[in-house]
Nanobody, 120 residues
Framework: QVQLVESGGGLVQPGGSLRLSCAAS????????MGWYRQAPGKQRELVAS???????MYVDSVKGRFTISRDNAKNTVWLQMNSLKSEDTAVYYC??????????????WGQGTQVTVSS
């Protein structure tokens, strides 16, 4: 069974920083793309940033220059460094991993979500 465990959310003032972590554990053969999504109240879940196994990354326009995604393949972990946070960044942040497991050669797994609140 595969688990994605997120940590690092919390309450921060506008302009502050947070670093989210997501570690994969369990039985799997490989992790392909990893990404961070977020869902604000009353809105659809949106992709924030993603990174390939080789390290190629992409970002939604609203976070470019403020957020940085990174990963360590040996640790099966992905991070999201969030700087210059704004109130509109407030959301539940979810980690997603495209993985090769015994169930399927490619399947998406999700973390449980971590709350990020940006408020003074």
């Amino acid at each position: 069974q595969v688990q994605l465990v997120e940590s690092g959310g919390g309450l921060v003032q506008p302009g502050g920083s947070l670093r989210l972590s997501c570690a994969a554990s369990g039985s799997f053969f490989n992790i392909y793309d990893m990404g961070w999504y977020r869902q604000a109240p009353g809105k659809q879940r949106e992709l924030v940033a993603s990174i390939s196994r080789g390290g190629s990354s992409m970002y939604v326009d609203s976070v470019k220059g403020r957020f940085t995604i990174s990963r360590d393949n040996a640790k099966n972990t992905v991070w999201l460094q969030m700087n210059s946070l704004k109130s509109e960044d407030t959301a539940v942040y979810y980690c997603k991993a495209d993985m090769h497991t015994v169930d399927a050669p490619r399947k998406d797994y999700w973390g449980q979500g971590t709350q990020v609140t940006v408020s003074s």
